[in-house]
């Protein structure tokens, strides 16, 4: 009996000496009132984002549909692995099986998502290539304006070679080229980044490639180099 008493005592000896200051210490905090001060940023009309007011938003803003979509590079990198699984509910979102089949890794040509995945990147391409050649309303690119573009697009050209292999290394708006083999890309991905680096800014930005960005794909792109170049 003395025993079942003592075991009665533990719950209101534990609630007796438990914690009672659960005041969180804040590091920062950001309310409804306060206004988020972003000196010479504007407002993405996509995201009611801030972003930098510098022309090159015409090949940043393609990552937003050329990512994020359902039928995009999404659907290729995500639903194919163990990541995410879009399941049919009822009569939903079975959507003629492609969902299956990019799960299975049954990939057709006639894939919206694969489809998506290429015409989405090279519309990124494109638009840094126009910027390149023909520069902002404001005129040609800066040095840094320059590099940040490059590195965007060795940024989508490196999306387009880890999905398909084979792509197009096209540097002109509207000139197309013969296909490149995966090691040819990843050599011209990995000389993109490497002229660029040093022109990119290494503080922080939002929404644009800085140096630490181009360093993060560029060991990306070397711990996957077995694979990429088959050495």
């Excluded at 534990?14 to 504007?42: A, R, Y």
């Excluded at 979509?69 to 163990?82: C, L, P």
């Excluded at 995410?84 to 040509?109: S, Y």
């Amino acid at each position: 009996m003395k025993i079942s008493y003592k075991i009665l005592l533990i719950p209101f000896l534990i609630l007796g000496f438990g914690c009672t200051d659960l005041d969180e210490e804040l590091k920062s905090q950001l309310n409804e009132n306060q206004e988020v001060k972003n000196p010479g940023f504007g407002i993405s009309a996509n995201s009611n984002t801030p972003v930098p007011n510098d022309g090159l938003g015409p090949a940043y803003s393609t990552l937003l549909t050329g990512t994020a979509n359902h039928n995009s590079y999404f659907s290729v990198t995500e639903v194919s692995t163990d990541e995410a699984v879009i399941t049919q509910k009822g009569g939903d979102w079975f959507d003629g099986g492609i969902w299956l089949n990019m799960h299975r890794h049954n990939f057709l040509p006639t894939n919206d998502g694969l489809n998506g995945a290429w015409v989405d990147n090279y519309r990124g391409i494109f638009q840094c290539n126009n910027l390149l050649v023909n520069g902002t309303a404001e005129g040609p690119l800066n040095t840094e304006q320059e590099a940040s573009v490059r590195a965007l697009r060795a940024y989508i050209f490196w999306r387009l070679m880890d999905l398909f292999g084979n792509i197009k290394l096209t540097q002109l708006p509207e000139v197309d080229v013969p296909q490149s083999t995966r090691t040819e890309a990843f050599d011209f991905i990995e000389e993109e980044l490497l002229d660029a680096i040093p022109d990119l800014p290494t503080s922080e930005i939002y929404g644009r490639m800085n140096q630490y960005a181009a360093y993060a794909l560029l060991a990306r792109l070397y711990l996957n180099a077995e694979v990429y170049t088959g050495t």
